[in-house]
Structure formats: C-alpha cells, structure tokens
C-alpha cells in the first residue's frame, strides 16, 4: 500500500519561522509527513530548484458584489478563484456583502451558494455589515460567528455603506462580546463630499480628481477616529488598505500603547502612485480605487510599515471591474472621475509582485513574505493552523515557485473576467509554477486542473486578535458594561 496520495519531493520548504529541506507527504487533503526523505507517493512532484510555501491566503477580496455604488464585479467565484490559484493563493476570504435593508442570514445564504456552485478553491467569508438593526445586533451577528464568519467590515464613507460612529461602537461592543473581528474603511466622509463637490463645481472630471478628492488627510483622520473608537471600548480592530504615512504612524503609536489595533496594505499602495491615474481621457480610471494610490513616500512608508510588522498583512482588495460600460466607464468617455467604480484587480498578481520586488529584490526574506501573503492572514481570522502554514496536520495547501522564472505581467495572461491588470508591462521574478490546494493540484505549470464547485467553505474560528484580547484579562470596563446592560434587558 502506498502510504502517501501526493509526495512533494526535493524542495526548500519555507513557513513564517523557518526554512528547511523537506519531502512533504499528503494523504487525504492533509500533509501527514515532512521528511528529508520520503518514499514515493502515488503520485510524485519534484520540487527541486523550487521553494515550496503555504498556498497563500488573501484575506481582501470583493467576488460577485454589488458595490456601494450599484455595480456588479466582473469576476464571480469561478474566475475568481481560479485566477487567485494561478498567482499561488489557495484560500480567499471575501465578503457577503449586506445592503440596507436587507437580512444577515439571507445575505449569507446567497453568498454560500454561489460560491459553493464555483469556487476552485477554499473560502471562508467576512460580512460587509452596512445596517446594524437591533435584530442583526442580538441575533443575526451571534449567530452567524457560530456558523464561522467572524469577522466584518464597516465602512466610514460611501453614503450607501457608511456608519455613524455610534453604530461602528455598537458593531464593535457586539464583536467584543461574541468574539468577532471587525475591519474599517477608514476615510472621512464628510472631507470626500466636500472636495467632490468643490471640484465639480469647477468642472475638475478626469480620473486625476478621484485622487485628489479622497485626500490623504482624509484617511488619516478616519484612521485616528477608528482607533480612538476601539481603544474606548479596548477592544481589537483591523484598519484595511493602509495607503499612507500618518494612518501607518497612528496605527503605531496606538500598538506601541498596547491597544488591539492591526492593519492591512496591498500592492496598489507598493507598486502604483497617483501619477498612473492622471493619463489622457478616461484611462485613468483603470487605476481608480479607494483609497488611490498616492506618492512615492506614501509607498516608502507603506514598505517601512511591513517591514516593521506595523502593517501585518498584504491582501489583493481585488475589486474587479471591466474598463467598459458594465464597470469602469458607465458613462464611456464621459464617465467622471465621481462615476468610476472604485477597485482593482490583484488575485493573480499580489503574491508575485511582492515576491519579485520584495523576496528577490532583497527587501524581505522569504519568511517574511510567507507571514504576509499566507500565516498572518490565517492567524488574523482563526484559520491556522488548518491554513497558512506547512505542517503536519495542515491541509496539504502549497505552492511551487520557481525563484529564476521571470514573467512578463500582460492583460491576456490573467485569468479573472476583467481584461487588463493595472500592472500591464511589468516584468516579475519568480511565479508559482505548481498550486495544491488539499492535496489536489489545482495548477499546474499553465494549466487548470480543478473543477467547478471544487472549494470548500472554511468556517474561521476566533481571530488572533480577540483571543489575546481575551487572555489579556480585561480589567472590568465600566463604558463596555453600560453596552452590556442595554443589550441585556
Ligand atoms: N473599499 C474596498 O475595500 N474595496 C473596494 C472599494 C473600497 O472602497
Ligand atoms: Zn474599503
Ligand atoms: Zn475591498
């Protein structure tokens, strides 16, 4: 009898903490034996001259969503997933998103079955919670944490998402209390409403003006309010897509306090500046989400900040939309820069880029791009150590990267449904040749092996965050038990 299904032979096996020589045997989904040297499985992939990592976890993704703003993704949970798998991610952790008005449980239920028809990889979900009714407050988000969504994102502008500061201290009182994680769109949306208007009034359109309206000010002051929410009621929170330096700076002084506070960034805020928005016409709009990219210092503060753990994850916000009337352009050529879907496209590309710049470029080790990409997600969202990470008992989620191949980014070679990729013309070092998503091998130099509906749903456990809140043994909060009691009568 052969003792394994898959055998991973001759690699240099990376985790978060170490490095080392390994055959990696996989049965049933799982990895059961890390060896020097292993005996053949049924199946054999030679590794060498490649490193094997955990398949990577992007833990920001926005798949078959209606925006704020009424628009439909253009990538559903199969071209999704399966261009997440060709850039070495194996899980993804996107949104069921909440409109107003409309019910938890419902939202969830549709969400679930879409991307159990399709996905090809495993998922889990966090809520966009856009109406906390007292309903979705006492029942709905306790329950839905039970069933393994434990984390949800509120939003501090869009008019048609954004909470009040009263609401976003419910919403984090109840995620205290049940053990959720809840995650900010921090801008202020008062500064963004302001510009916007002053900047029509006098005729200012193009894409260009999409990042002068959501200015850096206004990130940095919604970041520095998000925190102060938290720390009244101590309590952790997750700022996404950290783009400049005063929000990375007040995200560290308040973790230099010992407050719950972590952070996220993504490639658009490494690789892109404002200056990609501001070319002729519309075509701008391709690099338009939010926040916009900003400056060559903002990305130096952006590296500085994953370098220094401040900001401890890098996701895609892959926030797919075609550059036509279905996403970028509903008005074409005179779509304005108010009328732009805000997003782009990253599944495919976030792992390579940051390989390539930071892993070969010599500004990370390769621990630390296996902690950004894949450990640090799973860890945040009570994932690990089913994801994540190489080690007995792990699903068998790996991918293969060839350190010597270089790639020429283009729109063709992408494979969601959204026809360019921001990063058109780039050349990347290094690419993930082989992607095993438990045990299957999914990808496989080019090619898609796994099937329609083939994901499975992960239900998340207790985020990292609240379990060391938890055992940091909170004094007795008297601002927290006034929440407690209204909630209780
Ligand atoms: N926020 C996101 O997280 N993604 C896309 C657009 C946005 O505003
Ligand atoms: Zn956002
Ligand atoms: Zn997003």
Known sequence: MTAFDLTVRNGRVATASDTFEADIGIRDGLIVALEKTLPPGRQDIDAAGRWVLPGGVDSHCHVEQLSGMGVMCADDFYSATVSAAFGGTTTIIPFAAQHRGHRLPEVVADYSRRAAEKAVIDYAFHLILTDPTPEALSTHLPDLIRSGITSFKVFMTYEALKLGDAQILDVLAVADREGALVMVHAENNDIIHWIVKHLQQQGFTEPKYHAVAHAPLAEAEATHRAITLARLLDTPLLIVHVSQAEAIATIRQAQGLGAHIHAETCPQ??????????????????????????????????????????????????????????????????????????????????????????????????????????????????????????????????????????????????????????????????WPEVVINRGRIVVDDGTLHAERGSGRFLPCGLPEPVRQARARQKPAHFIRTLFENAHTR
């Open 269 to 430: 805020y490494l690789f892109l500046t404002a200056e990609d928005i501001d070319l002729p016409g519309v075509e701008g709009a391709k690099f338009c989400c939010s926040p916009p990219p900003r400056d060559r210092q903002s990305q130096d503060a952006v590296w500085q900040g994953l370098l220094d753990g401040t900001l401890a994850l890098f996701s895609s916000d892959h926030a797919p939309y075609r550059f036509d009337e279905t996403g970028k352009l509903p008005q074409g050529e005179k779509t304005t820069f108010k009328q732009i879907a805000n997003g782009l496209p990253g599944l495919e590309v976030r792992m390579p880029l940051l390989f390539s710049e930071g892993v070969i470029g010599g500004k990370i080790s390769i621990n630390e791009f296996v902690a950004l990409t894949a450990t640090n997600h799973a860890r945040m969202y009570g994932l690990l150590p089913r994801k994540g990470t190489i080690a007995i008992g792990s699903d068998a989620d790996l991918a293969l990267w060839n350190p010597e191949r270089k790639v020429v980014l283009t729109d063709a070679l992408m494979h969601d449904n959204v026809g360019y990729t921001p990063y058109a013309g780039r050349q990347v070092q290094g």
